[in-house]
């Protein structure tokens, strides 16, 4: 039976027989959603690389405690893989987010494209990037990620062509590449970076900018995917190319 994984700020220095508190939002949907009970094994982590696991020892109204029975930390997930996603119309934001989650990527950056049918501004921005991040946090939490990924602030072009410049290799998706997948050559450390366009494309300029960054423009096959699940399948095949999925 796979077990419940909650997560908690940090489980720096915890050792078996210790006891971890679990508190606030995250214990309430345990204890009073999904009636959680003594005697319960569960799975804490700090989506830093150290999970727990143990028996639930009390619950409370905001709050149960776990004693400790075995303490496992995993390494990082090498090569990192981060997804520039421009932002999508809808809830479709959330689904990309969710399923970039659960395929193991480090880190997503939300992307203000030019063609971008949604628009983050003020209030709604903030809203916007703190469904993002729940829905990661959750997301991370369902597939048993011991390691969460990071949802970056909104970026803006420029940012994101210093984002490649930086990266081990960086791929732009565009349904006009000349280039294949299997032609991108993954070095054997660097990190990957993978561009998503807006479900309007990408303009000349941004196209240029990317490429004058270092970005190789490639594109998937014959089918034009939507923006929310490009990233899934582009993400699929570069990671059966390295040894996370060997």
């Not at 294949?180 to 054997?188: F, K, M, T, Y």
Request: aromatic share 4%; no cysteine; hydrophobic share 50%.
């Amino acid at each position: 039976m796979t077990l419940p994984v909650h997560l908690v700020p940090t489980l720096a220095g915890v050792a078996a027989g210790d006891r971890v508190g679990v508190e606030g939002d995250e214990a309430h949907h345990a204890v009073a959603v999904r009636r959680l009970r003594v005697g319960e094994r569960v799975v804490l982590t700090d989506g830093r690389g150290t999970a727990v696991t143990g028996a639930v020892a009390e619950t409370g109204k905001r709050l149960f405690t776990v004693a400790v029975e075995l303490v496992e930390y995993a390494d990082p997930p090498t090569p990192a893989v981060a997804v520039v996603q421009a932002l999508p119309k809808g809830e479709r934001g959330e689904l990309a987010v969710e399923v970039l989650t659960e395929i193991g990527v480090t880190r997503i950056v939300p992307w203000a494209a030019s063609r971008s049918v949604a628009v983050w501004k003020g209030e709604r921005a903030e809203k916007s990037l703190a469904k993002w991040r729940a829905t990661a946090r959750e997301a991370a939490k369902q597939a048993r990620r011991s390691w969460f990924p990071e949802v970056a602030p909104l970026a803006t072009t420029a940012e994101v062509a210093a984002l490649i410049a930086e990266a081990g290799v960086a791929v732009v998706l565009h349904e006009e590449g000349d280039a294949r997948l299997a032609d991108v050559v993954l070095p054997p450390e660097g990190d990957l970076l993978l561009v998503v366009g807006p479900e309007g494309g990408l303009s000349e300029d941004e196209l240029a900018t990317f490429e004058a960054a270092g970005a190789v423009t490639i594109r998937l096959g014959a089918e034009v995917l939507r923006t929310s699940t490009a990233g899934l399948a582009a993400v699929s095949a570069l990671l059966s190319r390295t040894a996370r999925w060997a």
